[in-house]
Structure formats: structure tokens, C-alpha cells
């Protein structure tokens, strides 16, 4: 069983919502190719190239219908560029030769039995040239008819088997076109699919239902990731804001290294959270929740279903014209006329063979006889023969070879002659077939000024990339499938039906589950808290203070005539925000506390009063001291403003009552596994909960505290992942693949269209290279079945002449007194 056929059983088997018509026009294709292809497979292979020259000679050298079907011009004006001399010759000949035996034969046939109408009669006798010649003639006559008979037997089989390539053609055309075939689904398969399609997409379907289902089931993976990433967002735009907000250090002459350094650490937390598996999820939950739900699946169910009409539009059309090929009492209705030689064609082909061979039977007769049998035999002695000495049959014998043999070529003629006519714009036609492509079929519309509407470019395109035989070889390695070649507007663009359904729909869909594979394979654990990135800054924070990296600006202070002198002292340059000095590295970096004590020991009597953590220090200079006095001044309008009234963004979430909420509270229940103080807002979404901090100590303590934000929002996040990782990979996926993709991708890599050409080249071979050139073989052979019946009449009207004039004189001369003779 062939492909083809398994692919129609099991349709017919699942045919639940096809139409009893498609049924019965599919059953129809199905009987019709059985019968008709093996037909077609039994007569043998084709030389296409050789069928291809014998059409060529019959549209002739000037080809004037590929011309007119191709080139500027009207059909009249081709034609007549194309009316050369050998061209009229070689086709309007058997014409000319009809009208020129019709004007012979209407002054000539009264001699038949007209004595006074044969001119010039006298006794001829029976001379032996004259037989040699008549036999001569005869025995062309004689080939002529063997190659008749072979050639009119082939044309009249190619014409049988154009019938039969012709219809298997047509029938497995219309049968891969409905039911489908290897590489395309078929017009009523991917109806009913697309049926089935926007039926699932529908709100309240069991596949809807079911998406839903899970994408609620895992709607905390958003929130996890969403948290872990807002968490990191609140530092960046705090240190952010930090560096450049004047009520912040740059307010003050200082610069934060800290809020400089951090940010290039935060964005390795950020690449390890945005390649995570965790966003991964979150991604594929959202391109699910983008495409399948809401106004984007509503627009893919309406994408779909605007593709059925049409589709059942294309398979009506198809049924209404290329199905009268296969249903009983259409095609098949009229093939008896055509098919074989019982048909009435081949009775009509055989009868005309019957009449030459009948000509043929009465020449060679004639001539027999006129050779043999001219004469009576001669009468007994003593009896007298009152009748001339000649038998009638001679003459009688030579006028029926040459009368029907002249009507026998007068009608060849003029049939054969109208059909080598009719030959050639059926050959140039089907040149034009042949060599059918994209740029051709523009140059025919352009010629004829066709306009094919908006389509026009997508018919060429089908016609190139589908039907054309030069497609295969032209478009190697290319796509053959429908949905990359038909195109349908959309707002205004024109896209394929790939791009509107897959790439737009589909692939993102695809590609964020992928995404999910490529991160789970790309780290050894999926667990992103325990990731050195994270360890690193979560480190950094632990073990520093913002303070301590807050130092004067260099530039600002430099710049100010009130404060410049300071700088020459190297304490009271480096001196931090921080209370306390520090050691970094082989360095002790001082402290605000330091720059007091620095400032006091200038001189004698300096006076330093006040404490570092309220921010309140001051120091009396000793007389005389510019550096103190500089000092002194930064340190009461700038040290101790920065530390008091410095304002920075200390944001935090917000909780579901709308109130600040910090992810460092958060904790796990070990009981329920559940996690408690959760910092989500009331939409169940994660919200910023704007918060100043109104000291520099404050700002420490919530830079700090980064540390247990990051380890709690990440902790969060990964037991997220891990307890929706498979509800996502594997139960959201199985469903949208189950429900969406894998029917679509069933649907559109089942679109090829490799099966036109297949049906383009059958219906060729059929119409054009056996049907046309087994025509054109028959019109010849009319052709040379007239030239043989006008040579038999020849030789027929030679024999009669001798035989005839030989009995009219004899009469003449014993009906005359005068020259009677006294015996015979």
C-alpha cells in the first residue's frame, strides 16, 4: 500500500467532522487514481526531452503562441511576425493540396462516366512502363499504408494514454489537495485542525482551563524572581542616588567610593539572576501568559480561524472544477469517446484505415487484372464476338481506386490539415506550460495586461516556488512550504502565515522553555544563594560601611577658598565620614574623630568639644592657624551637616496592608514549609515602599543590611524554583505543547507543496507530451493517409485511362463503317 493510500484510510477513519461530500469527492479521487494511474504506469516512461523537440516542431520554428503569451504584442500581431514562408508551407500545405484535389476532382470525376468528358482518348494498349510505374505507385501506396496504420495506432495510443496520465494526474492532485499526501496535511484535515484549534483557545475550553490552572499554581515564581530583582534594584538606585543627590555626600564636598564600586559587583548579581532559572520560568510563564491568554490569544484564535474560509473556499473551488475530472458522469463521461480503439475516435481512425486499404485492394486489383486479365478470352472457332475483346472490370476496378481514393484524400486533407493547424498553438501552448516560472507568468500578465489583484505576487510566487519544474533545481535547499510563501495582511504589512502564527505566537513561547533548558544545564545547581557572585557582594556588604568610603572631595574642596587650606594637611584630606579610623591594607585611613584631634593639636590652645556619633563635634583654633580655621569650617557646615541632615533613599517593599515591609524579616516556617512576612502588596505583585533615611548612621545600617536582604530574597527564590520547577517545565509545558504547538507545527510542517509540482509534471506528461504530440501524430498521419489515398487515386485513374480508352476506341472504330474491322 502507497503512502498516499495509508494516509487516505486513515482519514476516511477519522473523518468525524468531515462532510459526506468530501468524503464522497475524496472516495471519487481515490477510485479514479487507482484505475486511471495504473492505466498510466503501465504504457512506460517518457522521454521528456525527445517529446519535448516533437513540440517544439509542431508550434514550429517562430513558436508565434509562446511569443504572444510572453512578449509585448497581441496574439494577431505574433502571428503574423510568425507568417514566413516555410512556415506557412510547413503548416497550410495539407490545406492547400485539399483545395487543390477539391478543384481537380469537381472537373475531373465526370470522366469517370462521362465518355465525352475524357479528352484526348485513343487506344493506349498496355504498355509495360506504364504498368512498372502503376506498380511502383502501388507499392508506395502499400508503405505509406504500413506507416499509417503504425503511426495512427501510436498517435491514437498517445492520445489513450494522455487520457489516462491526464486523469491520474488530476485525481491524486485532487486527492493530496483534500486529504493530503507525504508533506502536505490536506485542505480538509487542516480545516478541521484549525477547527479544533480555535475551539481549544476558547474561553472556558478544557485546554484554557487547564493553562490556567497552572500558570496559577505557579504565579509565585513571578513574584520570587520579581523580588529577588526589585531587592537589587533598591541598592543600585539607592548608591545611585548616593553618588549624585545633593542632599547627599556630593551636597557636602565628599565623594562615596563605595557607591561607585558596588554597582559594577551588583551586575554580575544581576547577569547570575537575569540567566537564572528562575527568571527562565518566569519568562516562559510570561510568554505563555502574553501569547495564549487574553487579547494576544484572542488575536491567535482569530488568526486562525480567518485562515478556514479561505481554506474552504480553495477546496470548494476545487471540487467544483477539478472534481467534474474524478465523479462519475464527468470526465469519465467523455473519455469512452477518446479512449482506445473501440472508442468512437479509434472506430473513426480504424474506418478510415478500412477505406485505404479498401483503395489500396482495389489499385493492386486493377492492376492485377489490367496485367492478367485485360482481355476476354477469345471465342470459339466459328463464333463470331459481337462485344469488344476488352473485360470491364479493368476500368471499373481503376475508377473506385481512383475515385475514393481522391475522396478519401480530400477529407485527409482537409482533417489532417485543420489538425496540424490546431497542432500548433496546442504545442506552443504547452511549451509555455512547460517552461511555466514566476518570471514567466509576469511576462504573461504584463503582455495581456492582466491584473491579478493585491495576490498577484503571492500567485507568482506559488506558481514559482510550487508548480514550476525548473523550482526543484532553482529553489535547492529552500522552503517548499506554503506557510513561508502565502501571505495575508496584517495591519497594513503583508506576512506569511509562519511569521503570524509562529514566530509571532509560537516561538517566543518556545524559546523561553528552551531557556529553561539552557540555564539548568549551564550551572551545576540550579540554586542561585549559594553562587560566588552573590557570596562576594553579600561579603562586601557584611563587612563595610558606606561611611567609610565617604571621603572629601578632592576637586569640590580644592576649589573653595574657604576650606582649600585644609588640604595641605594630609589627616584632614583622607579623614572619612566614619567616627573611628580603620586599616586598610598597610594603611590606617583616619576617621571624623581624628580629624578633630588634628585640628586641636594645631598650634597652642586649641579647644576641640563635642562627639562624632551626634555629629556635633567643633574645635577652637589657636591664634593664627589658617589650616584649623579651614578645617574647623569643614568640619561644622560639612562633617556634621552630612552626618545629620543628609538624606538618603533607604527604600523598602511593601506588605499587603500598604505598609514598608523589608526582606531581611522574612523567614521560612519549617512546619508548613510555608514563608512568612512576605513583602508583597495587595494585587499580590511587589511594590516600592518609598523611605528616607534621615542620618548617615541610618544609611549604614540599611546598606548594611543588604547582606540579609539578598540572602533572604534569594533563599525565597530558590525554593520557589525548586517546588514549581517541574509544574512549569513539565506540566505548563506538556499542556501548551499538547494543546497549541505541537497541532500547529503538525499543521504548518505539513505544508509543502512539492505535491503541485508532482501533479504539474503528471498533468504535461499526460496533456501535453503523449496527448498533444499523440494529436499532432494523428494529424500528420491524416496527412499522409490523404497523400497515400491520392497516390492510390493516381495509379487508379493511370489504369483506368489506359484500360478505358481502349475500349472506347475499339467501339469507336467498329461502330464506324469505315475502319470496322472483319475480325477481332
Not at 77 to 102: G, H, N, R, V
Not at 625 to 649: H, I, P
Not at 737 to 746: H, L, M, Q, R, T
Request: proline content about 3%; some cysteine.
Amino acid at each position: 500500500m502507497t503512502c498516499r493510500a495509508v494516509l487516505l484510510c486513515m482519514l476516511v477513519r477519522s473523518a468525524s467532522g468531515m462532510s459526506a461530500e468530501d468524503q464522497e469527492i475524496i472516495q471519487h479521487s481515490k477510485d479514479k487514481s487507482a484505475e486511471w494511474c495504473g492505466l498510466a504506469q503501465s504504457v512506460g516512461e517518457i522521454d521528456r526531452e525527445a517529446e519535448k523537440e516533437d513540440l517544439k516542431n509542431g508550434a514550429g520554428t517562430s513558436n508565434f503562441m509562446f511569443e504572444a503569451l510572453t512578449g509585448d504584442g497581441g496574439m494577431a500581431e505574433k502571428l503574423q511576425e510568425a507568417m514566413t514562408p516555410d512556415f506557412i508551407i510547413s503548416k497550410s500545405f495539407p490545406i492547400a493540396l485539399w483545395i487543390l484535389c477539391l478543384i481537380f476532382f469537381a472537373f475531373c470525376c465526370w470522366c469517370a462516366c462521362c465518355k465525352k468528358c475524357r479528352c484526348g482518348h485513343h487506344e493506349r494498349g498496355a504498355p509495360m512502363a506504364a504498368k512498372g510505374v502503376i506498380g511502383v505507385l502501388l507499392l508506395g501506396g502499400v508503405v505509406g499504408w504500413v506507416i499509417s496504420i503504425v503511426l495512427i495506432l501510436n498517435g491514437l495510443a498517445g492520445v489513450t494514454n494522455g487520457i489516462y496520465s491526464s486523469g491520474c494526474a488530476t485525481a491524486n492532485f485532487l486527492q493530496d489537495m483534500l486529504a493530503g499526501s507525504d508533506g502536505f496535511i490536506g485542505i480538509v484535515p487542516v480545516t478541521d485542525e484549525f477547527q479544533i484549534l480555535v475551539d481549544k483557545l476558547d474561553t472556558g475550553s478544557d485546554f484554557v482551563a487547564a493553562l490556567t490552572q497552572v500558570l496559577d499554581q505557579t504565579a509565585e515564581v513571578d513574584v520570587a524572581v520579581e523580588m529577588a530583582s526589585r531587592t537589587v534594584t533598591l541598592l543600585q538606585t539607592s548608591l545611585a542616588d548616593t553618588d549624585t543627590s545633593p542632599t547627599g555626600p556630593s551636597g557636602y564636598m565628599h565623594t562615596c567610593v563605595m557607591c561607585s564600586q558596588l554597582p559594577e559587583q551588583l551586575s554580575a548579581v544581576v547577569d547570575l539572576l537575569d540567566n537564572g532559572v528562575g527568571t527562565a520560568l518566569k519568562d516562559a510563564r510570561g510568554q505563555v501568559n502574553q501569547q495564549l491568554t487574553g487579547s494576544k490569544m484572542v488575536e491567535l484564535q482569530a488568526s486562525i480561524e480567518s485562515a478556514i474560509d479561505p481554506l474552504i473556499e480553495t477546496k470548494d473551488t476545487m471540487v467544483g472544477t477539478v472534481g467534474w475530472f474524478v465523479t462519475p458522469g464527468g470526465f469519465d463521461a467523455y473519455t469512452p469517446i477518446f479512449q482506445g480503439q473501440t472508442s468512437p475516435l479509434g472506430l473513426m481512425i480504424i474506418y478510415a484505415l478500412v477505406v485505404l486499404s479498401g483503395i489500396l485492394v482495389c489499385g493492386v486489383a486493377s492492376l492485377a487484372l489490367w496485367h492478367f486479365k485485360e482481355k476476354k478470352p477469345e471465342p470459339e472457332h466459328g463464333e463470331e464476338s459481337l462485344q469488344h475483346p476488352y473485360t470491364t472490370r479493368v476500368p471499373n476496378t481503376a475508377r473506385c481506386a481512383w475515385c475514393n481514393g481522391m475522396i478519401f484524400a480530400i477529407n485527409m486533407f482537409l482533417i489532417g490539415g485543420l489538425m496540424v493547424i490546431l497542432a500548433v498553438p496546442i504545442s506552443g501552448v504547452c511549451l509555455f506550460l512547460i517552461e511555466l516560472d514566476g518570471a514567466l507568468l509576469e511576462s504573461s500578465a504584463t503582455a495581456f495586461n492582466l491584473d491579478m489583484g493585491e495576490q498577484q505576487g503571492m500567485v507568482i510566487d506559488i506558481i514559482d516556488r510550487c508548480l514550476s519544474l525548473k523550482a526543484e533545481e532553482k529553489y535547492a535547499g529552500q522552503s517548499s512550504n506554503l506557510m513561508d510563501i502565502v501571505k495575508t495582511d496584517k495591519n497594513g504589512t503583508m506576512e506569511t502565515i509562519r511569521d503570524q502564527v509562529i514566530t509571532t505566537a509560537i516561538k517566543p513561547v518556545e524559546d523561553a522553555f528552551g531557556q529553561i533548558t539552557s540555564s539548568l544545564t549551564a550551572v551545576d545547581t540550579p540554586e542561585l544563594s549559594s553562587q560566588q557572585a552573590l557570596l562576594d557582594i553579600r561579603a562586601a556588604l557584611a563587612s563595610n560601611e558606606v561611611s567609610k568610603s565617604m571621603l572629601v572631595d578632592v576637586g569640590a574642596v580644592t576649589a573653595d577658598n574657604t576650606y582649600k587650606a585644609m588640604m595641605s594637611n594630609p589627616t584632614l584630606a583622607a579623614a572619612t565620614m566614619n567616627c573611628d579610623s580603620y586599616t586598610a591594607g598597610d594603611n590606617t585611613v583616619p576617621g571624623i574623630d581624628d580629624f578633630a584631634d588634628t585640628l586641636a593639636a594645631m598650634g597652642t590652645g586649641g579647644l576641640k568639644s563635642g562627639t562624632c556619633a551626634s555629629y556635633d563635634l567643633s574645635v577652637i583654633c589657636a591664634p593664627s592657624q589658617t589650616v584649623c580655621d579651614a578645617g574647623s569650617a569643614f568640619l561644622t557646615s560639612k562633617k556634621n551637616q552630612l552626618g545629620q541632615n543628609g538624606v538618603f533613599q533607604c527604600n523598602l517593599l511593601q506588605n499587603s496592608l500598604g505598609l514598608s515591609c523589608d526582606p531581611k524579616d522574612m523567614t521560612k516556617n519549617t512546619d508548613t514549609g510555608e514563608w512568612e512576612n512576605l513583602c508583597v502588596d495587595q494585587a499580590g505583585g511587589i511594590t516600592t515602599y518609598p523611605k528616607p533615611c534621615n542620618s548617615l548612621a541610618e544609611y549604614d545600617t540599611y546598606i548594611k543590611n543588604f547582606d540579609l536582604r539578598f540572602e533572604k530574597t534569594f533563599a525565597y527564590l530558590d525554593d520557589i524554583v525548586a517546588s514549581k520547577l517541574d509544574h512549569v517545565n513539565t506540566d505548563l509545558r506538556k499542556v501548551v505543547d499538547d494543546g497549541v504547538v505541537n497541532p500547529i507545527y503538525a499543521i504548518v510542517e505539513e505544508f509543502q507543496c512539492n505535491f503541485m509540482r508532482d501533479f504539474w509534471a503528471g498533468l504535461l506528461d499526460g496533456f501535453c507530451y503523449r496527448g498533444a504530440n499523440g494529436f499532432r501524430l494523428l494529424a500528420n498521419t491524416y496527412v499522409i493517409a490523404a497523400i497515400v489515398g491520392l497516390v492510390l487515386a493516381i495509379a487508379g485513374f493511370i489504369v483506368f485511362r489506359f484500360s478505358q480508352d481502349n475500349i472506347d476506341a475499339w467501339q469507336d472504330r467498329e461502330g464506324n463503317e469505315d475502319t470496322k474491322s472483319e475480325t477481332i
